[in-house]
């Protein structure tokens, strides 16, 4: 049965079956925790009182009778292993120190801590309480808002503004992001399918601008502002004038979860706060790849977008082969990222657009995902479902 506590001094879970410390419970680590629960001792070490659904953060901001949805407890997450309410200080080739000073020590270690995100995309607390309470205020003032600025034109802005507009028809809406295109690197298709639907939703996308100061006030708080732009590159028709609003978001910049590593004791990361891992995503230190150590997620250097479906793919890989390790067999399970980028990006519950690995073609090419197929896989219930089943709370 797992458990929710501290831990204390140097402990090892039992004697006999491989002990795993997995440091983070987010999509990857909350997925091989319990993909390795059967076959090993795993204690899953997370400073959150729950697993929280970040990819429906935008609509618990918009609704708040749903956002009690976007959170899954652990205690049902594992059968044997356990979960410690705890935060690492340290990770070495033996173990994890802990901040409350104890120390978990094991066989196996999975580095899974993720980034963080500006709000609402993230929570940014370790309480689902408070993180309610902070989206019930953004929402109270949100509503009285009636033009709203979001900066940033990736997917978390668009499915921001797409959140937005399904429950107020009438507020103004402006993106802006000085990047000259959207979605680059998608299909043409795509790209043009999600122009035209943000038209459709009377939301205004202005590319190639930036703004020349940062508004003031707090992001998600209602407060009348108006700021100057300028235009970036050769965008420029129409894009230099002022821009008045009521609320801004910001909904740009990715930052590592890594600051436990700084010590060196196991690796030192990349210039952008990343973990090198091999094709078989094991961690690699100063000497070479460490053949027990394991990183996954928005913590490695993967080249490609970091996104909760391909952590959990990760998790895949890296519990298949701790598995086998554990069982006296060689690690051969690898992570291929795929040469193509994915997402499945809501417009609110009912409009969005997709685009996915072509599995029947052979080309290795991408395939558009059309709008009533991106609400029946996602922006319907954004995958709660799913997450249901994993945390045995369906």
Same mark, same amino acid.
């Given at each position: ?41 795993? #204690? ?21 009778? %749903? ?68 989206l019930r205020v953004a929402y109270d003032e949100l509503t009285g808002a009636e ?34 295109? #959207? ?64 609320? %801004?978001?910001?909904?740009? &910049?990715?930052?590592?979860?890594? &600051? ?12 952008? &706060? ?18 027990? #150590? ?72 991408? #395939? ?27």
């Amino acid at each position: 049965m797992s458990e929710n506590g501290s831990g204390s001094g140097s402990e090892n879970v039992s004697a006999g079956r491989a002990t795993v410390a997995v440091v983070g419970g987010g999509y990857g680590g909350a997925a091989v925790a319990k993909a390795l629960d059967g076959g090993t001792d795993v #204690v899953l070490i997370e400073p959150k009182d729950a697993f929280v659904h970040s990819a429906g953060a935008l609509r618990a901001l918009v609704r708040p009778d %749903w956002a009690a949805n976007m959170f899954f407890p652990y205690d049902r997450l594992l059968s044997r292993g356990r979960v410690l309410r705890e935060r690492a200080s340290s990770v070495d080739p033996g173990g994890v120190t802990l901040a409350s000073g104890g120390r978990i020590d094991a066989d196996y270690l999975v580095l899974a801590t993720g980034s963080d995100y500006a709000f609402p995309a993230k929570t940014e607390t370790d309480s689902s309480a408070e993180a309610l309470r902070r989206l019930r205020v953004a929402y109270d003032e949100l509503t009285g808002a009636e033009r709203v600025l979001i900066l940033g034109a990736g997917p978390v802005g668009l499915e921001l503004a797409g959140e937005i507009r399904a429950v107020w028809p009438a507020k103004r809406i402006v993106i802006v992001d000085p990047a000259p295109e #959207v979605l680059p690197g998608f299909l043409p298709e795509v790209r043009a399918d999600l122009l035209r639907q943000l038209a459709a939703l009377d939301i205004e996308l202005r590319l190639g601008v930036r703004l020349d100061e940062q508004p003031p006030g707090e992001p998600g708080r209602a407060k009348t502002f108006t700021v100057p732009t300028t235009p970036v590159g050769d965008l420029t028709a129409g894009l230099t004038a002022d821009l008045t609003a009521d609320i %801004w978001f910001r909904c740009h &910049g990715v930052r590592v979860n890594g &600051g436990y590593l700084g010590d060196g004791r196991l690796t030192l990361p990349t210039p952008k &706060g990343q973990v090198r891992v091999t094709d078989t995503l094991n961690v690699t230190g100063p000497a070479g790849p460490y053949a027990h #150590v394991y990183a996954l997620g928005d913590l490695t250097d993967v080249a490609e977008a970091k996104m909760a479906g391909h952590a959990m793919r990760h998790a895949d890989v890296v519990a298949r082969n701790i598995l086998a390790q554990a069982r006296g067999e060689r690690a051969t399970a690898t992570y291929l990222p795929s040469p193509v980028p994915s997402a499945l990006l809501p417009l609110g519950p009912g409009g969005g657009v997709g685009q996915l690995p072509d599995t029947e073609g052979g080309a290795g090419g991408a #395939v558009p995902v059309p709008a009533p197929r991106v609400a029946a896989y996602k922006g319907a219930d954004l995958f709660v479902g799913r997450f249901a089943e994993l945390f045995g709370t369906a």
